[in-house]
């Protein structure tokens, strides 16, 4: 019965080997301390070098893994590849590929610049995708991969002065749910995360504004925001065996904001 009903051995990650962008910091940095806890170990890729290692060595004291880290603009295809060649020669393997970067610009459309629309849709939608571009040909030979992509309740539901970002969280889902059939016959899983408010570097400038924190109270069931330990489970859990029956789904982390 153990072998045909595993339970919970069925999120363990030891051996396995991550890529994390944008894990630096925030719901990146969260994702990648989750995964490294159940046993995995980890590639952190950001922008900033120093960012980068930092993390890389909290994790690595933390959880006892590997942790390395890699400068890289994810906007950039050239970069993306070498991302990629630098796990494979590290590791040997890529197994998970967390797609966690990211930006916001704020404002209305009468406000926003074009410069500040494709910005945007450059880091959370062009990224996304040379990485995976860039690593799926990897789990393609290994015949085997977990890929999970940040998108966003907005990527789900529409907000006020939010086009940008709006528009590429709602690319990341369909980009999800395409690549999540596309790549099915590789045995690769693509999904992915939803959250909804939670209080990262991001939300920070916008947290004490009085609208936005009535906003959060009636917008999710708990009338609160995210703490970012919230959104570890859904990454072990998405990066383990655990979800080997899903894909091109989207996991909402939302505080009930769909919901309701």
């Known amino acids: 019965m153990k072998d045909n009903l595993p ?31 159940a046993g995995a170990d980890l590639l952190i890729v950001n922008r900033k070098e120093k960012d980068g290692q930092v993390s890389a060595e909290a994790i690595k004291e933390a959880f006892g893994v590997e942790a390395l880290s890699f400068a890289a603009d994810i906007t950039d295809q050239e970069q993306t590849a070498a991302m990629a060649d630098f796990a494979m020669k590290a ?25 500040d629309f494709n910005q945007v849709m450059a880091v959370n939608v062009t990224g996304t995708w040379l990485c995976i571009k860039s690593v799926a040909p990897r789990m393609k030979t290994a015949g085997s ?18 086009t940008p970002y709006t528009s590429s969280k709602g690319a990341v889902v369909q980009m999800t749910r395409a690549l999540g059939i ?3 016959p590789f045995n690769i899983n693509v999904n992915g995360i939803c959250p909804g408010p939670f209080l990262t570097e991001m939300n920070i400038p916008v947290a004490d504004d009085p609208a936005t924190k009535k906003f959060i109270i009636g917008a999710t069931a708990f009338g609160r925001w995210g703490k970012l330990k919230e959104i570890q489970g859904a990454a072990i859990f998405l ?22």
């Open 182 to 184: 596309e790549l099915a």
């Open 7 to 37: 339970g919970i051995k069925l999120f363990d990650l030891s051996g396995k080997k991550a890529i994390v962008t944008g894990g630096s910091k925030g719901l990146g940095l969260a994702m990648a301390a989750g995964l490294a806890s």
């Open 91 to 115: 590791f040997g393997q890529i197994d998970i590929l967390i797609n966690s970067a990211g930006i916001n610009i704020r404002g209305s459309i009468a406000e926003l610049s074009l410069e």
């Open 239 to 260: 990066a383990s065996e655990a979800a080997s029956y899903m894909t091109g789904s989207m996991l909402t982390v939302d505080g009930g904001w769909t919901a309701k």
């Open 145 to 162: 991969g977990k890929i999970i992509n940040l998108a966003s309740t907005l990527g789900l539901v529409g907000l006020a002065d939010r």
